[in-house]
């Protein structure tokens, strides 16, 4: 009792606030599966176009066309067409300048390998990431990375088995060029989307592809059967539904927490290797792929204990 009253009850703790991120993140995964679903789709369609004589400058000219209505809709769904505007437009003709060269390897590695050993030399990606990085960015690397770095190379050699023509040379050698491109992009996209949004840089990307593809086509143009014509158009509209897929990802998780999904390609290209095409992977593969694949997220986990200032100051760099 004070003053006669009785003391005020005490005020209910406020209920929990609940923590979004876990969902977020959730939701990121999910579109990142959803993506690497549709991009693994996209080159099984790229494969059946090539064995009903498609050209490679046909589904490349296709795979761009029809990704621009696709992306256009969804900065209109999004920020809107106002936010396409860019000063930069230069950066935006070498990203595509270089996506392009990139995706002729990539689609070239998809026509010369089985699904699975193109999708496997797609995992070393983060090798080529970490040597550009060192070589070009001047990022601080040290003996962890280049660790699995030479691991990643070993399970490269295990996958390709020099001398014994477990993959096809030339095919492999394809292969890992598409996923140095990669690497490549990814760090181009790095430097553009400083001050670029994802939204305008994968539409200038698109449509500044278009033309150039489009003269180059125009010389290698193809009659098909309705079927053909289909699946050409489906790699456009799945493939740009997986762009965008991709870049929705990343607007709800970090890049640390939805790269691993990329693994999950390895099962669809087994999948649909083996649905559409009769073909396994070689026993080389499934030695090797682990390996590479162990590289790649030993890396990524390092970047992200980077990230995340676990490192001590005295520690070697990563």
Known sequence: MTNGLPPAPPAPNP?????????RIATGLALRLFAIACLSTMSALIKMSELRGASLIETMFHRQLWAVPLVTLWVVMGPGLKSLKTQRFGAHVWRTAVGLTGMIFTFGAVILLPLAEAQTF?????????????LILGEPTGRHR??????????????????????PI????????AALFVAIVAITLRQITRTESAGTTVFWFSLLSVPVLG???AFNFRPHDAETWAI???TGLVGGVGQLALT??????PVSAVVP????????????GWLLFDVFPTFSTWLGAPVIIASGLYIVYREQKLARGQASYAETPL
């Not at 797609?122 to 060192?134: D, K, W, Y």
């Not at 929705?248 to 998780?253: D, I, L, T, V």
């Open 122 to 134: 797609q995992f070393t990606v983060p090798i080529f990431a970490t040597l550009l990085g060192a």
């Open 15 to 23: 209920p929990p606030v609940p923590d979004a991120r876990p969902d």
């Open 248 to 253: 929705g990802a990343m607007r709800f998780a």
């Open 215 to 217: 003269a180059i086509y």
């Open 232 to 234: 050409l158009i489906a």
């Open 261 to 272: 999904m990329d693994y999950s390609g390895l099962i669809w290209a087994t999948l649909y």
């Open 170 to 177: 030339f095919g492999a050698f394809v292969g890992l060029m």
């Open 146 to 167: 280049w660790g699995a770095v030479i691991v990643g190379f070993l399970g490269v050699l295990i996958v390709v088995q020099p001398g014994r023509e477990a993959i």
